[in-house]
């Protein structure tokens, strides 16, 4: 077989080129840190490269969903927090006004702070957290606690139509029912407040706890106005919808708490009712001792919702120390599949750089003689 000088350098120029394309390969893998740049150079790589980046990419956005998460339930715990104490304040502010000792003016006096507590306990319904309101339910856009709905006179129902006002009484919110005349009937299960606009009473009625009979005895007491609270229907939000996130895959968790366990018309009735009987002159002692109880249970759901919370809180906790683990998992497996080893990279590309030297030194002395060299 004849080799000709086209075929030595035909050939030479095909493996300086080989040459050229593997010191590339090894220079876009020293660059890049990577297996591969392109997807044909190695498709099993690059197919499991997608799952694994997956995952990881999955990893990072439960731990940025957990980041929300933890500012929702730790705003709202705080809020709560700062709230039984103002409670325990309005509580021990009760205590101390019902001594008889005490003179109206400085029971007007205590009246004034607890009006104070009770606008800081509405600045804490209205908590917001990343510009949302995080005691509104599902409806994060819209303030829960709206006061200028709040403690409507006595005198004032017949400006309102049927069924824009309830009534707080002890603890409970009564909706309206029914109205005849002056009278405005409003209920609450088995009990109804009766509230006569003409002669400003106020009638409770309630099942008679000494009763055996089926359906219970009624019956029925006098109030003095200021043991009612009237407001209008929508004064406190009872959005019950839960906010949920997504923690795991497939697995979401509500990070709210339920606003009408705690921040209700009830206990801003209740607050309102002990100002009201604070600039009373005529109230007892004994009145006073009997709205004590009330916030006795106000404190006891505001500790019970604290505790669900805090439970929710520890589960967040053991969850985020699983995708700790995960992440490490998961991009310890990317980099075996992706990234390459740089001190082997390096001795191979060296390694390859004097095989390139070699080829065109050896390609350079084989090559026949051209005319012109002979020419100079």
Same mark, same amino acid.
């Given at each position: ?93 009760? %205590?101390?006004? *019902? ?5 109206? +003016?400085? =029971?007007?006096?205590?009246?004034? $702070? @607890? ?112 043991? %009612?609270?009237? *407001? ?5 939000? +009872?959005? =019950?919808?839960?906010?949920?996130? $997504? @923690? ?129």
């Amino acid at each position: 077989m004849r080799v000709t000088q086209t075929m030595l350098s035909m050939n030479t120029l095909r493996h300086i080129n080989q040459g050229y394309e593997r010191l590339g390969k090894l220079q876009d893998q020293l660059a890049s840190q990577k297996k591969i740049t392109r997807a044909h150079q190695d498709p099993v790589v690059a197919m499991n490269g997608m799952r694994y980046r997956t995952q990881v990419t999955e990893v990072d956005q439960f731990k940025r969903n957990l980041a929300e998460v933890y500012n929702w339930m730790d705003s709202a715990d705080s809020a709560l927090d700062i709230t039984t104490q103002a409670l325990h304040r309005i509580r021990e502010l009760t %205590v101390q006004a *019902s001594n008889d000792t005490f003179e109206p +003016t400085q =029971r007007a006096n205590i009246a004034k $702070e @607890i009006e104070q507590l009770r606008a800081h306990i509405e600045s804490m319904a209205n908590t917001k957290a990343n510009n949302k309101y995080i005691f509104n339910g599902a409806n994060t856009m819209n303030a829960p606690v709206d006061t200028s709905k709040m403690n409507i006179s006595v005198g004032d129902l017949p400006n309102y139509e049927n069924g824009q006002l309830e009534v707080s009484f002890n603890g409970k919110v009564f909706q309206f029912d029914h109205a005849a005349g002056d009278t405005h009937t409003f209920v609450n299960g088995l009990e109804t407040i009766t509230i006569d606009v003409a002669t400003n009473t106020v009638t409770h009625t309630s099942p008679d706890p000494k009763s055996n009979t089926t359906p219970p005895a009624m019956v029925s007491n006098s109030l003095k106005d200021w043991n %009612v609270t009237v *407001s209008q229907v929508g004064a406190v939000s +009872t959005n =019950r919808q839960a906010v949920e996130i $997504e @923690i795991l895959k497939g697995v979401t968790l509500p990070v709210n708490v339920t606003p009408q366990n705690i921040f209700s018309n009830a206990l801003f009735g209740d607050i309102i009712r002990l100002e009201n009987a604070l600039k009373d002159p005529s109230t007892k002692g004994e009145d006073l001792t009997k709205l004590i109880s009330n916030f006795d249970k106000h404190i006891d759901q505001f500790v019970a919702e604290r505790a669900e919370l805090g439970a929710r809180i520890n589960r967040v906790e053991m969850v985020d120390s699983r995708l700790m683990e995960q992440e490490v998992i998961a991009r310890r497996i990317m980099s075996n599949n992706e990234d390459v080893d740089i001190e082997r990279t390096i001795v191979d590309l060296m390694t390859q750089e004097s095989v390139h030297r070699a080829a065109l030194s050896a390609g350079a002395r084989i090559m026949q003689p051209t005319l012109l060299d002979f020419l100079r």
